[in-house]
């Protein structure tokens, strides 16, 4: 059985959604959202690939009076995020294959999502984000590594909520270099424990012209 097949992964979240939703409240990602509202201007075009719920990327930049999109492979998860953030266009959709339209967006956020996908549907995942943010926007976005998995490198299943969900990375010099070579600047990569859980965030940049600086 390969353990990154979406639907396997479809049927976990739609089966834990409202457990999920309320283990949100344990995570407290206020202080990056408030950063990433100064990377952008007023009602700027926000992309939540692996929105989840809604909570709490959507619900935070709909308070602000952004126009937001969010994006997941989970039917359950979309409702609650429709009933929790009414103002959000919602899609269902596997991050790796997202098509929307290029240069739609001014920042593209995905929390505790892409680790999921294999590394291969992790960088056709960069590239999508690349091609749909505006020149100058910005995507920030949350990696598994070592401090998470044990292991420098990692291609398998971790227990999470009494499921094992697949998790994949490479070491962070890695995901600089590929970020690079997709043409971004990487502008932070650090390591960060929010609600225990400590995963390496990444904030990236689409240069004005594309691949030089701004």
Known sequence: ??????NRLQEIYDGFSTDYDQGRALFDNRAQLEMLT?????????????????N??????????????????SPSMLRLAARQVPE???VEADSAALSFDEGS?????????LFHLEMEKQQQTFCHFFRMLRSGGFAYFTLA???YTGSPEFCGTKTFAGVDLPYSHVRP?????????????VEGMEHRSVGGETML???????????GDV
């Open 201 to 211: 965030w990444v904030l990236v940049n689409k240069p004005v012209n594309g691949k």
């Open 1 to 6: 059985m390969n353990v990154f097949e979406l």
């Open 56 to 73: 709490p990327v959507l619900r935070f930049f709909a308070d602000r009076g952004f126009s937001l999109t969010g994006t997941d492979i």
């Open 145 to 147: 590594s070592e401090a």
């Open 38 to 54: 100064g990377k952008v201007p007023s009602g700027a075009d926000v992309l939540d690939a692996g929105c989840g719920s809604g």
């Open 88 to 90: 959000a266009r919602l």
């Open 105 to 113: 967006f001014d920042l593209i956020t995905s929390f505790y999502s």
């Open 173 to 185: 010099e890695a995901y600089r270099s590929l970020l690079e070579e997709i043409g971004f600047r």
